[in-house]
T-cell receptor, first 112, second 113 residues
C-alpha cells in the first residue's frame, strides 16, 4: 500500500470551476508539501504546511493532522493551471535531512 | 530568484557506460537530494547529503550510485555502469535549513540504450 494516496488520479475541469485535490497519508509526518509538475518535468513547490491552512493567490492548501488528510483547492481555475499536482510528505522521523515521500500525482486539465 | 540548475537536460548513454549528472544547488543551501521519476511513475527518493556526507539513502541507491560535492558548488550523481532500468528523470533538490521547503531543479532526462 502506498504511504501517500491522492485522488482523483485524473481531473478535467472547465475554466472557472473550483477544484479540489485530496491527499491521504499513513505515516507520521512533520510536514506536507504540495508540488506542481508541468509537462517537460520541472517541479515547483507550491506549499509546505504542518497545520491549518495556507493561501497563495487562487491556491489554498489545508491539512488535518488527526485525520492524516490534506486538500489542495484551486479557485477560478484557468487553463494555465493544467499540470500534475503532487502531494509529498516528510516523515516525522529522521530529523532535518529527511526525504520526501511522494504521491502518484493528480493530472489536472482545465479546458477553456 | 535563485534556482537549482541541472545539466544536461537530456543525456543519452549506452548501457554499461558511466554517467554523471550535475546539479548546482542554491548557494546558501545546506541539504541536498537526488530523486528519480521513471516515466509514468511517482517520484522516488534516492539519497540525501548534508555536511559532506550521505545522511540517508534508499534501496535504489546501490553500489552503482555515488554522490559528490567536489568543489562546494556542484553536487553530482554518478551511475557507474548504467542499466536499461536507470532510464528516468533525475531531479536534484536543495534546501537552506532543516525545516524549509526543498527547491527542485528542472531535472535531467536520462535515456539508456
Amino acid at each position: 500500500k502506498n504511504e501517500v494516496e491522492q485522488s482523483p488520479q485524473n481531473l478535467t475541469a472547465q475554466e472557472g470551476e473550483f477544484i479540489t485535490i485530496n491527499c491521504s497519508y499513513s505515516v507520521g509526518i512533520s510536514a506536507l508539501h504540495w508540488l506542481q509538475q508541468h509537462p517537460g518535468g520541472g517541479i515547483v513547490s507550491l506549499f509546505m504546511l504542518s497545520s491549518g491552512k495556507k493561501k497563495h493567490g487562487r491556491l489554498i492548501a489545508t491539512i488535518n493532522i488527526q485525520e492524516k488528510h490534506s486538500s489542495l483547492h484551486i479557485t477560478a481555475s484557468h487553463p494555465r493551471d493544467s499540470a500534475v499536482y503532487i502531494c509529498a510528505v516528510r516523515s516525522a522521523y529522521g530529523g532535518a535531512t529527511n526525504k520526501l515521500i511522494f504521491g502518484t500525482g493528480t493530472l489536472l486539465a482545465v479546458q477553456p | 530568484e535563485p534556482e537549482v540548475t541541472q545539466t544536461p537536460s537530456h543525456q543519452v548513454t549506452q548501457m554499461g557506460q558511466e554517467v554523471i549528472l550535475r546539479c548546482v544547488p542554491i548557494s546558501n543551501h545546506l541539504y541536498f537530494y537526488w530523486y528519480r521519476q521513471i516515466l509514468g511513475q511517482k517520484v522516488e527518493f534516492l539519497v540525501s547529503f548534508y555536511n559532506n556526507e550521505i545522511s540517508e539513502k534508499s534501496e535504489i541507491f546501490d553500489d552503482q550510485f555515488s554522490v559528490e560535492r567536489p568543489d562546494g558548488s556542484n553536487f553530482t550523481l554518478k551511475i557507474r555502469s548504467t542499466k536499461l532500468e536507470d532510464s528516468a528523470m533525475y531531479f536534484c533538490a536543495s534546501k537552506p535549513t532543516g525545516y524549509q521547503p526543498q527547491h527542485f531543479g528542472d531535472g535531467t532526462r536520462l535515456s539508456i540504450l
